[in-house]
T-cell receptor, first 111, second 114 residues
Framework: QKEVEQNSGPLSVPEGAIASLNCTYSDRGSQSFFWYRQYSGKSPELIMSIYSNGDKEDGRFTAQLNKASQYVSLLIRDSQPSDSATYLCAVIGSSASKIIFGSGTRLSIRP | DVKVTQSSRYLVKRTGEKVFLECVQDMDHENMFWYRQDPGLGLRLIYFSYDVKMKEKGDIPEGYSVSREKKERFSLILESASTNQTSMYLC?????????????FGEGSWLTVV
């Protein structure tokens, strides 16, 4: 089992709809969770971080964390074509020695 | 704003050459990382460093070495480049206290080994 798992996609969502991206992790002691967006040919950029169970909202983005289920998700409301990118889930495990990245979900927003 | 600078963006090297990839960060971060990213494989950690002159192996250190002589600079070295090291290499940094500290990436170095 991979330490951080994401569906590779592509996930196709119509413009204006809600895009839902999911991530599961194996280390039950993990404390810190991040979502990065990566455009083709570019480096990852941070969208959101979340550390506590529940929801965290920032503009059109909402991160959701459920530590009991070892699950973190990212919702993008009112999806725009500029949201088309690969989204990377990242987790800092219980050892706190390094950050582990999922392989990413490719999101495509269709007009 | 945090700035992580990778001086070489695009390189083409021959098999067997020694390759240096340089990374400099300007935020006095303690932690620095080197990843490579390949299609379908995501980001894989090569080496990381928590302090000057300290280094730790990541998940795929074979064929690579690193150097951190100064806090702001972390170099990745390919002693004898091979074609399977053709990839995008990403340098990153973060401050100490990794639990709640964001990792910031450089723009990436695209290496082709022929």
């Amino acid at each position: 089992q991979k330490e951080v798992e994401q569906n590779s996609g592509p996930l196709s969502v119509p413009e204006g709809a809600i895009a839902s991206l999911n991530c599961t992790y194996s280390d039950r002691g993990s404390q810190s969770f991040f979502w990065y967006r990566q455009y083709s040919g570019k480096s990852p950029e941070l969208i959101m971080s979340i550390y506590s169970n529940g929801d965290k909202e920032d503009g059109r983005f909402t991160a959701q964390l459920n530590k009991a289920s070892q699950y973190v998700s990212l919702l993008i409301r009112d999806s725009q074509p500029s949201d088309s990118a690969t989204y990377l889930c990242a987790v800092i495990g219980s050892s706190a020695s390094k950050i582990i990245f999922g392989s990413g979900t490719r999101l495509s927003i269709r007009p | 704003d945090v700035k992580v600078t990778q001086s070489s963006r695009y390189l083409v090297k021959r098999t067997g050459e020694k390759v240096f990839l340089e990374c400099v960060q300007d935020m006095d971060h303690e932690n620095m990382f080197w990843y490579r990213q390949d299609p379908g494989l995501g980001l894989r950690l090569i080496y990381f460093s928590y302090d000057v002159k300290m280094k730790e192996k990541g998940d795929i250190p074979e064929g690579y070495s690193v150097s951190r002589e100064k806090k702001e600079r972390f170099s990745l070295i390919l002693e004898s480049a091979s074609t399977n090291q053709t990839s995008m290499y990403l340098c990153a940094s973060s401050s100490q206290g990794i639990w709640e500290n964001t990792i910031y990436f450089g723009e990436g170095s695209w290496l082709t080994v022929v």
